[in-house]
């Protein structure tokens, strides 16, 4: 059975920082691309990342390029997001997700196979 259990959120002060962390269970983890994606209240999800299996590329939603950095650790079947200079905007509910293809830019929610539960990450003062 194929598991994304992501965690790390929370509530943060504007400009602050957060990691998300996004443990893979039941899936080849080194197989799989990820992506990150996040859903504000009345908003559509949003793609935000994505981190390619093998080599680790990686792509960025332009709201959050320069400010986000998604990594992996095959090794540990772990996926993360660390989110720097956190604006109130980015406040959402952020899930993780596999997707079984190779992208050479975000992928629409579509293409992912497997999602996780998702955190909630508030930036508020």
């Known amino acids: 059975q194929v598991q994304l259990v992501e965690s790390g959120g929370g509530l943060v002060q504007p400009g602050g920082s957060l990691r998300l962390s996004c443990a893979a269970s039941?899936?080849?983890?080194?197989?799989?691309?990820y992506g990150w994606f996040r859903q504000a209240p009345g908003k559509e999800r949003e793609g935000v990342s994505y981190?390619?299996?093998?080599?680790?590329?990686?792509y960025y939603a332009d709201s959050v390029k320069g400010r986000f950095t998604t990594s992996r650790d095959d090794a540990k079947n772990m996926v993360y997001l660390q989110m720097n200079s956190l604006r109130p905007e980015d406040t959402a509910v952020y899930y993780c997700?596999?997707?079984?293809?190779?992208?050479?830019?975000?992928?629409?929610?579509?293409?992912?196979?497997?999602w996780g539960q998702g955190t909630q990450v508030t930036v508020s003062s």
């Open positions: 039941g899936i080849g983890l080194p197989y799989y691309a």
């Open positions: 981190i390619s299996s093998r080599d680790g590329y990686t």
């Open positions: 997700a596999a997707t079984p293809f190779v992208a050479t830019a975000l992928l629409p929610a579509s293409e992912y196979d497997y």
